[in-house]
């Protein structure tokens, strides 16, 4: 049995507008437009720095070994949302607890450091 729901290239027509070609009317967005999407879980990570390290390295960090990032103290840190950078910010402490604050919202091709 064939099956008919596989599409080729060919089938489409080279001068058809795509859909993310359709201008978009931000004037009339509200955050109400977004309602479907309140519920799909995101990934949040905020990055304090990177470490590059061969397996033998690896291996000797122990308890209380130091692990030297690749950023300075007080330098913004990274915020991910998705595996994707969309901001930079400061660490906070709340209530005993480690937090971010953002201060910088990265757009679109701005993430170049």
């Known amino acids: 049995m064939a099956d008919d729901t596989d599409l080729t290239l060919d ?3 080279a001068d058809e507008a795509l859909a ?10 509200t955050a109400a437009d977004l309602a479907p999407v309140f519920d799909v879980p995101v990934n949040i990570s905020a990055v ?4 590059n390290l061969s397996v033998a390295q690896l291996l ?5 070994s130091v692990l030297e ?12 949302v998705n595996n994707r950078l969309v901001a930079r ?16 919202i990265i757009k679109d091709g701005d993430s170049a450091a």
């Open 48 to 51: 304090l720095g990177r470490a």
């Open 11 to 13: 089938e489409f027509a």
């Open 69 to 80: 990032l690749d950023r300075k103290v007080g330098e913004a840190i990274d915020i991910y």
């Open 89 to 104: 910010g400061e660490v906070v402490v709340v209530d005993d607890r480690l937090g971010v604050t953002m201060t910088e």
């Open 20 to 29: 993310s070609d359709a201008p978009i009317d931000m004037d009339e967005k």
């Open 60 to 64: 000797q960090l122990g308890q209380g």
